[in-house]
């Protein structure tokens, strides 16, 4: 069957660079679900997408959708035709409700009655033609995470859709949304080439838009920086690290990228270098430059365009850089001004949220967490927590800060630093905000980790407290992160915390917050317990590799005890193939299911113990117990289930060859007790 | 060498040339072009209109005393609405580009994601901030709010920042050296202007007074609300606007009272939005 290449290119006034890859994304897996609904075959879809367009090209396309024959069964012949042979009506209803006569009809034996059959024929259909009618809806359905309205239209998409251009082969697919037609004109680059460039297939764009300074393929751009910056780095001698999610970013800032190298004042390079690298990076969309391992007073931008007049771009931008750097400047030395406990003062001022009041209110509460932490853990760090709690948040009154959010933290260490604090109260304060995203650098001071874990805690049971809590796709204040960030800070600290525990005896701490919000006690802690349960599934699924129902789903996740669960998730991934394991666990099954909902004695009697079978069960387990529990704690799972495995063999023998469920009831309740003795020993390493 | 007033000149004049109604700066104090009624009302409700007007814009927190190259307590914009917006709007706006000076092709014209909000006015939009080599000169916005009624159609709004776009075209660093006719300097028209609202703004201000004024304005402009004036109810919620924006500037307002006055402000462009839909003029 002939088949041809498919083009759909939708032209849009740029596209905000953060949502292009899912946008097109979306396009790619709603497109490919589409042909295979209606049965169009093809083969190797692509996507492509840059500031102005998203493109949709399958390599391989049928022009023609093939007929198709399907059996399909009527009513039973005998229900079909009455006395005269007329067919009744049932069979003129089934005739009529797929358009077929009765010449079309066969009978065919089913179980031994004979059913009225019809061969249901469709016809060929022209790829094209289903095409039109699917893409406004497939346009439309692409994922649209801030979609605007514009001009008359009630329909939104991401931004304005200029022009849609879509070709099988030479034949153009015409459709229409409420905003345009399909049309066989494209457009260049949106300076070097904005003028509508005439297409008469698909092969004839993907030649012309090169020559129209469009690189469609974002991969092939990103490759093009990359030799770019590699070219620089050498002519100027320079080191230019390319961060990858500003490098991303970049590649859907461009149609056509051309880099470049500016430079600045070298007396700039005096000021702490995140107040230079902030506005470069994240303003600027700039790569610093580094000479000998230090900043250099050089970094590398990249141009939407060609290298025409290129000197007059690189001024530009060196201009807006310094602006920007004097600002910085100015900002810091008005910093300089004052010291941290004097910013801190402002503080009562600065509202942390409405209901849980401002920064003061809550360093008071991180104080209080932190000092339990300290204590739990026999950290002896009361002097530290006492002087770097009031200066943590100090910073965000600081003009720097004002201007450059992102380096809250950072610039309260820098200014810590500059009025002599210790070292370790300087990286708390640094750290204090670690992770910031997943992926990100963890606390690596142990008062940094202390500091950090109070402050999320703290964030989470508040916001919690005043019904702010995370629902859906909704997490304004980033919740989930903050928790696995503490959850991995415990972890990689190696912190000895039933976090469970310890947030229950938070909870009275915020008991004014979520009293007002008629929560009580139990309701809350039930609610944040819970959420963190949830985050450390996940984490212990996505971030650590853990399978849910072989492993996650056998650990107890409650009390929430970070490095004891990820020893025993470690423990049961290793053990899930080990024989002794599954004895334990088929015998820990049996016992549950004995006892489970059965009375059991308050306490084993001896005495009551006369049947041979459970007299040697419960001397094998004794010889056990010990061994077992010594391997229990100290988090060694293996030797625990090596421990156990020797009185396994005689709990089976005793269920074997006895009716464990006794006809005399003190002696029943006596067993359910050492059974669930037994099993509960178990439990302690897997559900 | 293009003055400033060249500037302002030539953006007029590109601007009439496609059909705009070339309106003037609105005589009550604000903080930026949409805040001119020509603007606020323009985008409200479904009559098509296309203006273009140069607007003085103060922003008390940005003064500096006439000693930052950059900012300042008031800068100027050039302000372009048109409903519904263009098909070929973004395409008009670079030939704008063109037209005061800059050839495309010499430069690096970006756009890049800017979702503008006013929460004073109840509104926001959908846009971009345009960058000429890295420099933010425009702020371009298709409304979809204003004083929290929808728009439909969508207005887009084009805010040029003059001063900027006069200084990359005069090749200055510092803004007070700006040519601004052929005869005067921007520093010898606005430099001590700027000194004296610095001033004022940081330390000459009766911040009671000022809370009272607050008071007085919000109060006008419901009273007349209530007996049906628009324009004049308009103009006491941009006092209450600009009044906030000093004490604000002077630190006078705690970060909890902040919130609250721009929820009065917001209540105020609301009522007036209600007020001009309910009659369209």
């Known amino acids: ?61 049928n022009n023609v959708i093939a007929g198709t024959v399907q059996e399909v069964k009527g009513p039973a012949k005998k229900s079909a035709f009455d006395e005269q042979n007329n067919p009744t009506r049932a069979l003129q209803g089934f005739l009529a409700g797929r358009k077929l006569t009765l010449d079309d009809t066969f009978i065919k034996d089913i179980n031994g009655v004979e059913y009225i059959f019809a061969n249901q024929k469709t016809e060929p259909k022209q790829t094209t033609d289903v095409l039109a009618a699917l893409l406004p809806n497939l346009v439309m359905s692409i ?109 859907n800032l461009v149609e056509y990228p051309t880099a470049a190298v500016g430079s600045y004042d070298t007396a700039f390079l005096a000021l702490p270098e995140p107040i230079i690298i902030t506005p470069m990076k994240d303003h600027q969309r700039y790569f610093p430059a580094y000479q000998n391992g230090k900043l250099a007073d050089k970094f590398v931008f990249v141009r939407n365009g060609n290298d025409y007049c290129i000197d007059n771009v690189v001024k530009g931008n060196q201009r807006v850089l310094s602006a920007r750097l004097k600002d910085g400047e100015f900002f810091y030395n008005e910093d300089l001004k004052t010291t941290l406990a004097d910013k801190a003062k402002k503080l009562p001022d600065v509202v942390f949220q409405t209901k849980l009041g401002s920064y003061t209110e809550k360093m008071a509460r991180v104080a209080q967490i932190a000092d339990r932490l300290n204590r739990e853990l026999n950290l002896n760090l009361t002097d530290e927590i006492n002087t770097v709690v009031p200066l943590l948040k100090a910073d965000l009154v600081s003009a720097v800060v004002g201007e450059f959010s992102e380096i809250q933290g950072v610039m309260g260490a820098i200014y810590a630093q500059n009025e002599g604090y210790p070292q370790e109260i300087c990286r708390a304060i640094e750290e204090q905000y670690l992770p910031r995203f997943a992926g990100d650098k963890l606390p690596q001071t142990t008062l940094g980790a202390v500091i950090a874990i109070a402050d999320k805690l703290d964030s989470i049971m508040g916001l919690c407290a005043v019904n702010l809590k995370p629902t859906g796709s909704q997490d304004p204040f980033a919740l989930r992160r903050q928790a696995i960030g503490i959850l991995a800070t415990i972890k990689a600290h190696d912190f000895r915390l039933n976090l469970n525990a310890f947030i229950t ?16 006690e139990q309701e809350f802690t039930d609610y944040v317990l819970n959420f963190f349960a949830q985050r450390l599934s996940i984490m212990l699924n996505e971030e650590m590799g853990f399978a849910i129902s072989e492993v996650i789903n056998k650990i107890d996740l409650s009390t929430l005890n970070m490095s004891e669960i990820v020893k025993k998730a470690e423990a049961v991934a290793v053990l899930n193939n080990n024989t ?12 549950d299911k004995m006892i489970a909902g059965k009375p059991s004695a308050a306490q084993i009697d001896v005495a009551l113990v006369q049947n041979a079978d459970e007299k040697a069960m419960m001397t094998a387990f004794n010889a056990v117990k010990e061994s077992a529990e010594k391997a229990l704690a100290g988090a060694d799972y293996a030797g625990f289930v090596t421990a156990v495995n020797p009185c396994l063999a005689s709990v089976n023998t005793f269920f074997d060859n006895n009716l464990v469920m006794s006809e005399n009831l003190d002696e029943r309740a006596n067993r359910m007790a050492e059974l669930k003795q037994i099993s509960d020993l178990m439990h302690r390493f897997v559900l | 060498m293009m003055n400033f007033q060249e500037l302002k000149r030539k953006l007029q004049d590109f601007w009439s040339a496609r059909g ?163 005869s005067e300097k921007y520093g010898e028209v606005y430099h001590r202007r700027e000194f004296d609202h610095s001033k004022y703004c940081f330390e000459l201000c009766d911040e009671k007074q000022l809370l009272q004024d607050f008071d007085n304005y919000e109060r006008e402009s419901k009273r007349l609300v209530a007996l049906g004036n628009i324009f004049t109810a308009y103009d006491f919620a941009l006092k209450c606007s600009h009044t906030f924006n000093v004490l604000d500037a002077r630190g006078a307002i705690s970060v909890t009272e902040r919130a609250h006055y721009i929820a009065r402000i917001r209540g105020l462009m609301r009522e007036v939005a209600k007020l001009y839909l309910s009659q369209e003029c």
């Not at chain 1, 949304?177 to 460039?197: M, P, Y």
């Not at chain 1, 394991?581 to 015998?587: G, N």
């Not at chain 2, 098509?48 to 814009?57: D, G």
């Not at chain 2, 000076?101 to 926001?124: M, Q």
């Open chain 2, 20 to 182: 705009c109604t070339i309106g003037e700066p609105y005589d009550v104090e604000k903080g930026a072009g949409t805040m001119n009624p020509l603007t606020f009302f323009g985008a409200l409700g479904e009559k098509p209109v296309a203006r273009a007007y140069v607007e003085p814009s103060r922003r008390p927190a940005d003064g500096r005393y006439g000693d930052n190259p950059n900012r300042l307590y008031q800068h100027h914009q050039f302000q372009v609405i048109i409903k519904p917006s263009p098909i070929d709007i973004v395409d008009t706006y670079i030939e704008s580009l063109e037209y005061i000076g800059f050839n495309k092709n010499e430069h690096d014209i970006r756009f890049v994601e800017d979702n503008w909000e006013s929460p004073t006015l109840g509104a926001f939009g959908k846009g971009w901030e345009v960058w000429l080599d890295g420099m933010e000169i425009t702020q371009f916005t298709f409304f979809q709010e204003i004083g929290g009624m929808t728009c439909k159609p969508v207005t887009a709004e084009i805010t040029y920042g003059l001063e900027r776009i006069a200084m990359y075209l005069q090749n200055v660093e510092n803004v007070y050296d700006l040519q601004y006719s052929d």
């Open chain 1, 143 to 251: 994922y649209q995470p801030n979609p605007m309205r514009w001009n008359t239209f009630s329909g939104k998409f991401i931004r304005p859709i200029r022009w849609i251009l879509c070709f099988l082969g030479a034949t153009p697919v015409n459709f229409e949304l409420e905003f345009v037609k399909s049309v066989n004109t494209t457009r260049g680059h949106r300076t070097l080439a904005n003028h509508e460039i005439e297409i008469t297939s698909v092969d004839d764009y993907l030649a012309k838009l090169p020559q129209a300074f469009v690189i469609l393929n974002q991969n092939k751009r990103k490759n093009m920086i990359l030799a770019q910056i590699k070219k620089l780095e050498q002519q100027h001698n320079i080191v230019v690290p390319t961060d990858e999610d500003l490098l991303d970013e970049i590649v």
């Open chain 1, 580 to 591: 002794q394991f599954q004895e334990m666990t088929q015998v820990m099954q049996r016992i």
């Open chain 1, 505 to 520: 005896s938070l909870a009275p701490v915020y008991a004014k917050f979520y009293t007002a919000e008629n929560m009580n």
């Open chain 1, 1 to 61: 069957m002939s088949a041809n290449k498919f083009l759909l290119e939708i032209g849009i006034e740029e596209i905000p660079a953060q949502y292009v890859k899912k946008m097109a994304e979306s396009l790619e897996t709603n497109v490919q679900k589409a042909l295979g609904e209606n049965n169009i075959e093809f083969n190797d879809v692509e996507v492509y997408y840059t500031p102005r367009r998203l493109v949709l090209l399958v390599n391989e396309m």
